[in-house]
């Protein structure tokens, strides 16, 4: 029984996948109708400049938010695993968590609103573009982070960063020393879950970009709302490659570091 | 020294956090304006308090916002049991699974999802447009001969969120699965029962928080779900996020916009605390 | 005819024998102990007459019905588990009512079936109460009325006393007995503490890779310890090593003497099992069952102290010193040391 619908399920999930995969191949003209094989779909993504532009930067943007978010989030872990009571703390791992509880469209609007009224009272963020959207991918990133590295803490033993304190370690030692090697595995997770959610994301992208910011996704809602074409296909083929890869290398690194 | 791990992302939540929520709050009572950005705030030092409680008067009295609202509510409900329906036997499938085979199934999941999100709603609707494949499968079958409607329907916009959601049940699902220990379903038969009865009386019991916190895990998120409804679903699907957007980028009501955020969060207040409670619980 | 018989009875995992064709009868109203470290199957044994696991060969028959290929809830024997297994969603009352409800047993009767057995266990009161809010030793008897409530003819423990503190674990087993004997049911117990399986059970079955190394009555696999693994796996014993000297006993060079068992050695055995009680201070002794050596050092043991005595060739002995016999001696002490050729035991591998 469980077993028909684990098969069910997992059916359901790869079907679109694999006639998406199978027909970015596809000549013709009309998606998910069979023309023989052609490779022109993937010469027409790479001719299309407003989509390699926007790729470009939705690139930029993930990397960049996802390091901040890493940064940011990694103390924000640390801080509420193991920095015991302080004044503030409830408030503080609400906000903390916040992001992964709100709507998207509660995000975008929200952001976008607090940027409109930064800008009007301290004249920054001065446009809304690529920043705006790193900033709010940052944000909604830490969160993601801030939930993996606080959970690999809170199921590691405190007593290993005392045990180098006794041994003569400053704090800053027995955290370079210790917790970082040990919490390595969760921020690089952590960085690939905010990789992977700035690129897919649109809608709060959509809130918070202005006219020189448009980024992948955008592109790509725009483009299915004209009206679906084989380069959609094609484009989802590429970022599946690229996540393989992306993840083939994350996971063996993943398993050295935990090695 | 030690205050840095500490302040820096304290005022990054301040700032980019709390702040925005705040302004949002504001805003939900702002009177729109002409000028850029198209509103004014309840308070300036020139006019004193001046709040608008118009847009928020909106929800509650024009059908049109509160319909948006029990259709949020019947599709993030709806998608999230049949979420629940299809990814607790998966769950179950891959708890049972040999520890070898389990993180190839785990991966099984979530590969799909590298597509991105957009492609994947794409596919689907090169699925189910009247040119799409399963037409052409019916058509070439000479099963029909006129195509079926079936993109922008409700069908159409659940299968889409269903799938985009499938994960977020799987995942929480499997986890509190997991944890389960095997040797009290074991207990159970040893006391008599039958395996039906080893499931209703000890399986599902114990995993129902987890059953609970996946529902959660989706109703909380569909609710405000604006790209699905938008490219799958009917024009009279209109639901919340749709309708926040509308009036945010074609109308540019932006207090209205923010009023219906406002009322989102209030409505989604109570799931929102329950799964933060069962998560904590766990 | 025996309540169990176990024949032939094998099991592998990936490659490795957990079991190998074990022979094992239990009798009715026995309570017999399956003493092994860890690995050495019993656990394995256990899950298998319980039905979680099933073998590759062999048969398992409960009053001459094959239980093979029964499933384990419709085996009549009940097992109380070593994390206890007591489901966290109900409350004393529900866990122990469980394998009733699964019988169909009229409400009526389950409540006082239940009352019962919670006051055997001496847990009257506690019903309402839920798994979390009870201490370690007030899990174990919600586990064991659990278990116990069905009325099985065969209970299965695995490592009952393992959770319990130290204090706690003397005065349960003592209890368990108690149960087992009022029961009248038989108990299999799995264990790795040796004092606990002598102490409590009627007969002891020794387990080491798999098989079945000794079996029969504590003082009998006590004393007369059968293998080196036994006469080291229960007590402590010394063993002796030597060479077959052609009449019936052992040369000794480690220890720098004759051996002459009471019984001749067996052909092929090549070992003896001495306990370190059996090893009495007599100055002057000399001849065959005597030794010489010099204390190495002395533990203070309570009503004995234990001596490490270095023999003069080489080997290393413990030998008991009695608190009544006056002060141990000091280490750098010379003894001379004697024992009965009855308290020398053959050993067969």
Redesign the interface.
Known sequence: MTRIGLWLGLGFLWLPVLLLAGYAFSDSRVPFQWGGFSLRWFAALAANDRLREAAWLSLRIAAGSATLAVLLGGATGWVLARRGPFAGRAIFGALAGAPLVLPEVVTGLSLLLGFVLLQAATGWPAERGATTVLLAHATTGLAYVAVVVQARLAGMDASLEDAARDLGATPWVAFRTITLPLILPSLLAGWLLAFTLSLDDVVVASFVSGPAGTTLPMVVFSMLRLGLTPEVNALAVVILALALLVGGVAGWALRRVGN | ??R???L???L??????????L??LA?AISQPGDGV?PFVLPYSAATGWQPNWEPLGLLVQDDYYFSAFLQSLRVAGGTAALCLL?????A???T?ATPRRRPL?LM??L??F??????????????L?D???IN?LLRGLGWIDAPLPLLYSDTAMFLGM??AY??FA?LPLYASLSRL?R??E??????????A??FL??TL??AAPGAVAAFLLVF??A?????IP??LGPPEALL??RV??QE??QNRD?PV??AL?VA??LV?ILP?RL??RLEARQ | MSLLEIAGLSKHFGGIAALEALDLRVEPGEFLALLGGSGSGKSTLLRLVAGFEQPDAGSIRMEGRDLVPVPPHARPLNMMFQSYALFPHLSVQGNVAYGLKRDGVPRAERDARVAEALEMVGLAGFASRMPHRLSGGQRQRVALARALVKRPRLLLLDEPLGALDANLRERTGFELRALQRRTGASFIMVTHDQNEALALADRVAVLEAGRLVQLGPPRAVYERPATRFVANFLGAANVLEGQPDGAGGLDCPTLGASLRPAEPMPPGATACALRPERILAQPGASGPNTARGVVEDVAFRGDDSLLLVRAAGGALLRVSHAEEDGPPPPPGTALDLRWEAAALVPLAG
């Open positions: 020294m030690r840095i791990p500490l820096v992302p304290a990054w939540l301040l700032g980019f956090v709390a702040l925005p929520l302004v949002v805003l950005p299809l990814g607790f036997p998966m179950l499938g891959i049972r199934l099984a999941v590969l799909p590298w597509t991105g999100f957009l492609p994947r709603i794409g596919a689907w609707t090169g699925i447009r040119e799409g494949w052409g269903v799938h499938l994960p799987v220990d040797t009290l074991d207990a159970a038969a040893d006391l008599g029962a039958r395996p009865t080893v009386t000890v019991p114990l909380i998120p609710a405000g779900e604006y790209v938008e490219l919340v996020g926040l957007w945010f980028f932006w916009a923010a955020a989102l969060l989604l929102i799964f933060q």
